[in-house]
């Protein structure tokens, strides 16, 4: 998750032998703690470990300072996702559909080591209530994680067009979080 911040505050251009974490301290993705959070990361991941909702909570509040929240969680979604899956396109699309709520739904298993949310009958209608990230975060921003997994797992298998849309939130009054495929236009 914080190499998301370290990938967001890198310099798109950086001089030949710069030092970007003395020269940009105040990007907190180039920070010793957020390169210190990496290797810890790195290392739970190694061990097998899973996320608390502490550790989870201790990002978002970092993350949800910042003036591109929304942006930085979509792209921690992404990223959660980043070994690729080679399903033929020759497969029928709903097959694929089918094999990327797979993907969606073991890798929350593997983060949280419960489950998180689920999928509603029909084409794509991914689901949640109370989960850490609402009970998190109230704003509802933290909730683009989920968005970003779901876009990148159909992007990856179905089709590059596809996008995946929040159309309702628990912070919002509504009953339950809940994200639906639609077409990009």
């Known amino acids: 998750m914080f190499e998301t911040l370290q990938h967001k505050d890198h310099p798109d251009e950086v001089l030949k032998d710069e030092d970007v974490y003395l020269t940009m301290p105040r990007r ?12 810890l990361q790195r290392e739970n991941v190694k061990r097998g470990n899973k996320f608390t909702v502490g550790e989870l909570g201790e990002y978002m509040q970092l993350v949800l300072r910042r003036p591109d929240s ?15 899956s080679f399903v033929g396109r020759l497969l029928p699309r709903r097959l694929r559909i089918f094999i990327a709520k797979r993907r969606i739904d073991r890798r929350l298993d593997q983060l949280f080591g ?25 704003t509802g921003e933290a ?22 849309a929040k159309v309702a939130c628990e912070t919002k009054g509504d009953p339950s979080c809940r994200w639906t495929l639609e077409s990009a236009e």
């Not at 907190?28 to 290797?39: A, C, E, F, H, Y």
């Not at 009958?121 to 850490?132: A, I, L, N």
């Not at 990148?152 to 995946?164: H, P, S, T």
């Open 28 to 39: 907190l993705g180039l920070s010793g703690v957020i390169d210190r959070q990496v290797q």
């Open 143 to 164: 909730c683009h994680v989920l968005s970003g997994l779901c876009q990148q797992a159909l992007r990856d298998l179905v089709d590059r067009e596809l996008v995946v």
């Open 70 to 84: 929304r942006q930085v969680f979509f792209d921690t979604g992404t990223r959660l996702l980043a070994k690729r």
């Open 114 to 138: 419960r489950r998180v949310g689920g999928f509603l009958s029909g084409p794509f209608t991914f689901e949640t209530s109370m989960s850490p990230f609402v009970q998190i975060d109230p």
